[in-house]
């Protein structure tokens, strides 16, 4: 969906580089999320975030940082990337929805992460 | 804590052959479901959804589902699959106190001329 972008779409790095994920959308959302796919695990939430003031970990944000620059822009930081940090990463947004309950989440093209 | 089961992992079909994928969660309260769709090397499209009425939902290419609240399960189905549909695809669940989807493991199909 060209309305959430990720950048960059891959990048090779090395253990100890600090690294950081980009994303950016245009649907006018206020809740952004980041997502780490790993075969067999499905998609996991790393951080998210409900407003510029509201940033929460998801369940696996050991080892990753965010910064949520304004609405439209969420950034994921590695600081000091590792090789099991190697995965596909995934930015996602959506709108409140009904009753304050999460909304249908649209997915950015994703960044392929590998950790040397 | 919820969690979100798919049986299969792995389902190798013919073409035209019928489709049933299984999905189970863990949560007693109400929820909304969610079938996300990823072809190879592209990002989760959004195939269906439900939050509320008719527990059957139909979906994009032909794909529906049906909720079933005493089974907690949202299983997707098509009659007859096409090539196109190999892909990996994630049933996902929030909860009305929750605050993001929780995904399944995935299930990989691949479907052969």
Redesign the interface.
């Known amino acids: 969906?060209a309305d959430v972008t990720q950048t960059p779409r891959n990048r090779i790095t090395k253990t100890g580089k600090r690294i950081m994920l980009e994303c950016s959308q245009t649907k006018g959302h206020d809740r952004m999320?980041w997502?780490r796919q790993d075969p067999?695990?499905?998609?996991?939430?790393i951080y998210?975030s409900?407003d510029v003031k509201d940033i929460?970990k998801?369940e696996i944000s050991d080892g990753y940082s965010v910064s949520r620059q304004a609405q439209a822009k969420f950034s994921l930081s590695l600081e000091s990337a590792i090789p099991n940090q190697t995965a596909l990463y995934?930015c996602?947004t959506s709108d409140l929805?009904?009753?304050?309950?999460?909304d249908?989440?649209?997915?950015?093209?994703?960044t392929r992460l590998t950790v040397l | 804590a919820q969690s979100v089961s798919q049986h299969n992992?792995h389902v190798i079909l013919s073409e035209a052959a019928s489709l049933e994928l299984g999905c189970n969660y863990s949560y007693g309260g109400t929820v909304?479901l969610?079938w996300?769709v990823q072809y190879p090397g592209?990002?989760?499209?959004?195939l269906l959804?439900y939050?509320s009425g008719d527990p059957l939902v139909k979906g994009i290419k032909g794909f529906e589902a049906e909720f079933i609240k005493s089974k907690f399960s949202f299983n997707l189905r098509k009659p007859s699959v096409q090539w196109s549909d190999t892909a990996e695809y994630?049933c996902a669940v929030?909860?009305?106190s929750?605050?993001?989807?929780n995904?399944?493991?995935?299930t990989s199909l691949l479907v052969t001329p």
């Open positions: 969906d999320y997502y067999g695990l499905g998609l996991r939430l998210y409900f929460n998801g995934f996602a929805g009904r009753a304050g309950v999460a249908t989440q649209y997915f950015g093209p994703g | 992992h909304n969610f996300y592209q990002h989760l499209q959004l959804k939050f994630f929030t909860t009305y929750g605050y993001a989807l995904f399944g493991k995935g």
